[in-house]
């Protein structure tokens, strides 16, 4: 029987219409497509993905049954470039398409997962994934900033968390696109303005996790090569497990969510208290009884008979003070005799060798007028006037030249 057409005054129920759509995509019958798996989901034994298309931005969801599935002779996965038979299929209590799937094979790996690859290889050749170039997040970063989408899920998550751990944290929020044609961009120069501002100690990249299309954008090389460059700790937090973006391999810290990197980041203020509790505890007990030991052992030593009564160790040097006075005047005495004779000796061989003790015995020093002491006649021709020194002073004379005898004998 032939339904009537629907009118204002006698519309179809939603479940005719429903139907109505329904028996009509199914005279559709099956086609074979080609494209890019980007979500691969097992769920009691049954498959529910999206199908991409290679060229275009045009995505279908897919269901495979688990019959099916059993009798396929290869594994799928997430990223593989694939041809499908598949049969549109409309869900009428729902209201939604989907595609069953009930032929799959493979045509090579997909183009998107092949880049990835390439660029994972190339970044990683060039140590940006090395350990030794991630750093050290601050213990209490002043300011944080955060890179996400505007009134998403993943901000609310990181701003509740950090502030219920630590309600002081200050945020510098920078909000940007997480996907589609917009994202690499706005997420690159977001990384880059925070990391120009000195207040700010370190960076959270998050997004609240998506298919593997969604987390393309955080696995591109530019947003790849501005979190390598950044001087401020970059910490990811895309909230994927299954898939690791490249943005969590050059990273200094990876989360595996944003409420995880809220609690990274920033410490427990309830636990650090904790902490300076138990610590001030140990110290104080620790010094107690550091105290109490120097205190006993100070009362030992006062109980000794050493101590008790200190004059027995004045009696008991007394005497030995005396002898070691008496020997060190004894030692002085000899010493100061000892050194009175030898400046005796040393007076007289000094007068002896004295030229006074030598004029003293009749001799006299004879000198010209230039001052030099006369040696030969020859030195004090006649009217030479000379300078005699005497054993009691000096006398002026005048050279009448040399004496006769005096001449023979030079001759």
Same mark, same amino acid.
């Given at each position: ?96 398409? @989907?595609?069953? &799937?009930?032929?799959?094979? $493979?045509?090579?790996?997909?183009? #998107? *997962?092949?880049?990835?690859?390439? %660029? +994972? /290889? ?109 001087? @401020?700790?970059? &910490?990811?937090?895309?909230? $994927?497990?299954?898939?690791?973006? #490249? *943005?969590?391999?050059?990273?200094? %810290? +990876? /989360? ?156």
């Amino acid at each position: 029987m032939t339904q009537a057409p629907a009118t204002r005054d006698e519309p179809w129920p939603v479940a005719l219409l429903s139907t109505k759509v329904k028996e009509w995509i199914d005279r559709l019958g099956t086609v074979w497509v080609e494209g890019e798996i980007t979500q691969w989901g097992v769920s009691a034994g049954n498959v529910y993905g999206k199908l991409k298309d290679l060229d275009q931005a045009a995505t279908v969801s897919f269901t495979l049954w688990s019959s099916v599935r059993a009798r396929l002779p290869e594994d799928f996965k997430q990223g593989d470039r694939v041809v499908a038979l598949v049969k549109p299929n409309w869900w009428v209590k729902g209201g939604s398409l @989907t595609f069953q &799937v009930f032929e799959l094979k $493979h045509v090579g790996l997909g183009d #998107l *997962l092949e880049r990835l690859e390439r %660029l +994972r /290889a190339q970044l990683a050749a060039e140590g940006l994934f090395a350990l030794e170039r991630k750093r050290r997040l601050p213990f209490l970063p002043g300011v944080v900033g955060l890179v996400t989408g505007k009134d998403s899920d993943a901000e609310k998550d990181v701003l509740r968390n950090a502030r219920l751990r630590w309600p002081a944290v200050d945020f510098r929020v920078v909000h940007a696109a997480v996907q589609g044609d917009r994202a690499v961009g706005e997420v690159t120069r977001a990384i880059e303005r925070l990391d120009a501002d000195p207040e700010v100690e370190v960076i959270i990249v998050a997004r609240g996790g998506g298919d593997f299309q969604n987390l393309l954008p955080f696995s591109d090389e530019r947003v790849v090569r501005a979190a390598a460059a950044a001087t @401020t700790p970059i &910490v990811s937090a895309i909230g $994927h497990e299954a898939d690791r973006p #490249l *943005l969590d391999e050059v990273a200094d %810290l +990876r /989360a595996s969510t944003p409420t995880d990197a809220a609690k990274r980041v920033v410490p427990d203020v309830a636990e650090e208290l904790a902490r300076v509790g138990q610590a001030r505890s140990r110290l104080t007990m620790r010094l107690q009884g550091f105290l109490a030991h120097e205190i006993d052992r100070i009362g030992h030593l006062r109980s000794r008979p050493s101590l008790a009564d200190g004059g027995w160790i004045v009696d008991r040097r007394a005497e030995e003070l005396t002898r070691w006075v008496a020997r060190g005047t004894e030692l002085v005495d000899r010493l100061v005799e000892r050194q009175e004779h030898r400046l005796g000796e040393l007076r007289g061989h000094l007068r002896a060798l004295s030229p006074q003790a030598t004029l003293d015995r009749g001799y006299a020093i004879v000198q010209g007028d230039d001052g030099h002491v006369v040696r030969a006649p020859a030195a004090a021709p006649p009217g030479a006037r000379l300078t005699l020194t005497l054993a009691e002073g000096t006398v002026a004379a005048v050279s009448e030249g040399p004496a006769p005898d005096a001449a023979g004998r030079g001759e």
